[in-house]
């Protein structure tokens, strides 16, 4: 059974960077059949994706965080990342990360999450 | 604000049929396949229902998902008071290369 789990610092100071890391277990990061993506849900709101990754590097990213996130893969350890810059409190959100279909685009397994504070 | 339209909330009671809407545009739900999911608070969202009327293995045919040119719809009959969740319609927008959301509906089980 394919798992993701996140892993990285619970606060972040504003201004900081953010770094998280996905490690994928029962499954190959290598698959040709899916990508690999971050979504956050910040308190009280809904969903918002944040960018996939192939296992190439190749990347999508949301329009509106790209001048600031970078996703990237190491198939070598099966993980992949999300660095996400200057941070400010609108940052603060639960961060998924995700296993993308690329025949039908729907995200099928989700890690549990990780709550992110921005806060001094 | 989000790119798909998902009404906030809907209710129904027990052993009754919710229908939940989600609406696009051309570039997204109408040019790709719908997903739903699934999201009780404090955990992790749950694909519910994938290219628009599949459901994945362990999901209850009381779910059903349908598609019509740019919106789309999940239906959920016989409620339950644990189908009291959030629920999320998403699909990518091939012009922009993007993944996009609606901005869930939160389903009440009166």
């Known amino acids: 059974q394919l798992q993701l789990q996140e892993s990285g610092p619970g606060l972040v100071k504003p201004s900081e960077t953010l770094s998280l890391t996905c490690t994928v277990s029962g499954g190959t990061i290598s698959s040709s059949s899916y990508y690999w993506g971050w979504i956050r849900q910040p308190p009280g709101k809904g969903l918002e994706w944040i960018g996939n990754?192939?296992?190439?590097?190749?990347?999508y990213y949301n329009p509106s965080l790209k001048s600031r996130v970078t996703v990237s893969v190491d198939t070598s350890k099966n993980q992949f990342s999300l660095k996400l810059t200057s941070m400010t409190a609108a940052d603060t959100a639960m961060y998924y990360c995700t296993r993308w279909r690329r025949s039908g685009s729907s995200f099928d397994y989700w890690g549990q999450g990780t709550l992110v504070t921005v806060s001094s | 604000q989000s790119v798909l339209t998902q009404p906030p909330s809907v209710s129904a009671a027990p052993g009754q049929k919710v229908t939940i809407s989600c609406s696009g545009s051309?570039?997204?739900?109408?040019?790709?396949?719908v997903s739903w999911y699934q999201h009780f608070p404090g955990t992790a969202p749950k694909l519910l229902i994938y290219d628009d009327d599949k459901r994945p293995s362990g999901v209850p045919d009381r779910f059903s998902g349908s598609k019509s040119g740019t919106s789309a719809t999940l239906g959920i009959t016989g409620l339950q008071t644990g189908d009291e969740a959030d629920y999320y319609c998403?699909?990518?927008?091939?012009?922009?290369?993007?993944?996009?959301f609606g901005g869930g509906t939160k389903l009440t089980v009166l």
């Open positions: 051309s570039s997204d739900i109408g040019s790709n396949f």
């Open positions: 990754v192939y296992f190439t590097g190749n990347t």
């Open positions: 998403g699909t990518w927008d091939i012009s922009l290369n993007i993944g996009v």
